[in-house]
């Protein structure tokens, strides 16, 4: 797939598609004021350039969807090379929607891919280490990547509906100024390729907790839409975090709300780029929950210090 073939929801493009140098069919997302830090690498994988075939073909990073253990193996052999390192320096998270944060150490090197893993429960991770590569999941919820680099230091965290509403960004920027000294003025974030408000059809209580724990916001509304589009009505501000459709159903936004979650936590606004594509929209370059009925991999949200 090329660039110009991916749907985007807007033409501000903060996620940039690329390939790697030594294997061109394993394409991958990145976002430029991440980069430009110049204090570490990162990605966010697409499902080409793998091992794995049917359902989760090709560049399937679960254990659990059914792929053969020796192709999943081989696929974070391929990403850990990415990097100019092995398997045995990645960490991974270990997901169940909470918003529980782990402080990695390289005492943690290899564990859930190389070794067992010692801990559950685990939605984000935090290091100042150099070396490490960083590893979470995804297959339409929202991969969160902050980057701090006065005090040399990364977090990377899974956030679906749940973490969202419990602002899962603001809870890993306190684990990392308690832990670090991190300034929230200070990171630079990136709000990754996920479901967008189109795709994403919530029940009402799910938008009710969206509307308590996100109160109106009419300027931070305009703030968010113009990065998508160049004329904004009253309407567009009104559901910018969900509306409600004829079916009784409501059309969230994880993005606006992760948004909003890490300007009210102090990251200016000129330091969060978020993605304009949408994991459900692109089946054929990203696993999507929703648009394979459950039949598919899991994309990775790799970062590691230099």
């Not at 990171?187 to 799910?206: F, K, L, M, N, R």
């Not at 968010?224 to 160049?230: G, M, T």
């Not at 009210?264 to 304009?276: C, F, L, M, S, W």
């Amino acid at each position: 797939m090329k660039a110009e073939q991916i749907v985007r929801q807007g033409s501000r493009n903060a996620c940039r598609l690329a390939s790697d140098k030594d294997n061109p069919e394993m394409m991958y997302f990145t976002f430029a004021n991440l980069a430009q830090t110049g204090i570490v690498e990162h990605c966010f994988t697409t499902r080409t350039g793998g091992v794995s075939t049917g359902h989760t073909a090709t560049l399937n990073f679960s254990f659990s969807q059914g792929d053969a253990r020796e192709c999943v193996d081989e696929n974070f052999r391929r990403i850990a090379a990415h990097f100019g390192k092995l398997p045995e320096d990645i960490v991974c998270s270990q997901q169940t929607h909470t918003t529980n944060v782990r402080k990695v150490t390289s005492s943690d090197k290899g564990k859930g891919v190389a070794r067992e893993q010692d801990y559950t429960d685990v939605d984000g991770l935090i290091t100042n280490e150099s070396g490490i590569i960083l590893a979470t999941f995804f297959a339409d919820c929202v991969p969160l990547f902050i980057v701090d680099p006065v005090s040399h230091s990364i977090g990377l965290s899974h956030s679906g509906w749940r973490g969202t509403v419990e602002h899962m960004g603001k809870v890993i920027l306190d684990c990392m100024a308690r832990e670090y000294g991190t300034n929230a003025e200070d990171v630079q974030v990136a709000i990754a390729p996920s479901i967008c408000q189109g795709c994403y059809e919530v029940s009402e209580d799910v938008a009710l907790a969206f509307e308590t724990a996100f109160p109106a916001n009419d300027a931070m509304a305009h703030e968010f839409l113009v990065r998508y589009r160049e004329e904004i009505t009253q309407q567009d501000i009104r559901n910018c975090l969900f509306y409600k459709k004829e079916n009784g159903k409501y059309q969230l936004n994880l993005w606006y709300a992760n948004f909003r979650v890490f300007r009210d936590a102090g990251v200016p606004d000129e330091n969060i780029e978020v993605t304009d594509v949408c994991t459900c929209c692109n089946p054929d370059l990203l696993f999507s929950h929703r648009a394979s009925k459950g039949r598919r991999g899991n994309l990775g949200a790799f970062m590691m210090l230099v």
